[in-house]
């Protein structure tokens, strides 16, 4: 089956700038996650959506953040305006809906640079 | 509030021997754990799971121990092998919950050749 796809690879915005990811998850898989990896620490959760209803939002600095799954399938996850410690990697996961024994999978990341 | 907590950085080990990555965890309302593997540029991957009602899973190489009264957990790697070498997490979740992981900082292990 393929796997979860996140683009872009890389993305490097000046701080004030808006930025949008995109993820494309399993198909099939009716929860899909928004992590974000700082250097050196772990994935942290933004947001949860099941179908295209959002879940949890608790982490989510909705000032700058914002996330729409639309169909529940595809989603989007932009950053207006973008400030330097929004620097990180941006994971998109997905999963079966209440099936915690195989986690997430997760897609290869964007990782953003703001300067 | 780091509810996941692995105080191990980093770790060598020489090829052929025993890897032993070590997570600890607060809460004690969860009640699955997963580790997962990842490689520069990628995003992590599963390898191994346990719920709160075992106390050891294996998988081939790989066995995840949990001592839920110490809030603890350990993957061993049996033998270590060069292409082991990655950050590894643990996360945490609980199943009454909204089935939401919490990862910790993650360890960088080096299998040398």
């Known amino acids: 089956e393929a796997g979860v796809a996140q683009s872009p690879r890389y993305k490097i915005i000046e701080k004030r700038q808006s930025v949008a990811f995109w993820c494309n998850p399993i198909s099939g898989h009716a929860t899909l996650y928004w992590y974000q990896q700082i250097l050196g620490q772990g994935p942290k959760l933004l947001i949860q959506?099941?179908?295209?209803?959002?879940?949890?939002d608790s982490q989510l600095p909705k000032d700058r953040f914002s996330a729409e799954r639309l169909k529940g399938v595809d989603s989007t996850l932009k950053i207006q305006p973008a400030k330097l410690e929004d620097s990180a990697v941006y994971l998109c996961?997905?999963?079966?809906?209440?099936?915690?024994?195989?986690?997430?999978?997760f897609g290869s990341g964007t990782r953003l640079t703001v300067v | 509030d780091q509810q996941v907590k692995q105080n191990s950085p980093s770790l060598s080990v020489q090829e052929g021997r025993i890897s032993i990555l070590n997570c600890d965890y607060t809460?004690?309302?969860?009640?699955?754990f997963l580790w997962y593997k990842k490689y520069p540029a990628e995003g992590p991957t599963f390898l191994i799971s346990i719920s709160s009602i075992k106390d050891k899973n294996e998988d081939g190489r790989f066995t995840v121990f949990l001592n839920k009264s110490a809030k603890h957990l350990s993957l061993h790697i049996v033998p270590s092998q060069p292409g082991d070498s990655a950050v590894y997490f643990c996360?945490?979740?609980?199943?009454?919950?909204?089935?939401?992981?919490?990862f910790g900082t993650g360890t960088r292990l080096k299998v040398l050749a």
């Open positions: 996961a997905s999963s079966l809906e209440r099936q915690m024994s195989y986690g997430y999978t």
């Open positions: 809460n004690s309302m969860f009640d699955y």
């Open positions: 959506f099941q179908n295209n209803g959002v879940v949890d």
């Open positions: 996360a945490a979740s609980a199943i009454t919950g909204t089935y939401k992981y919490i």
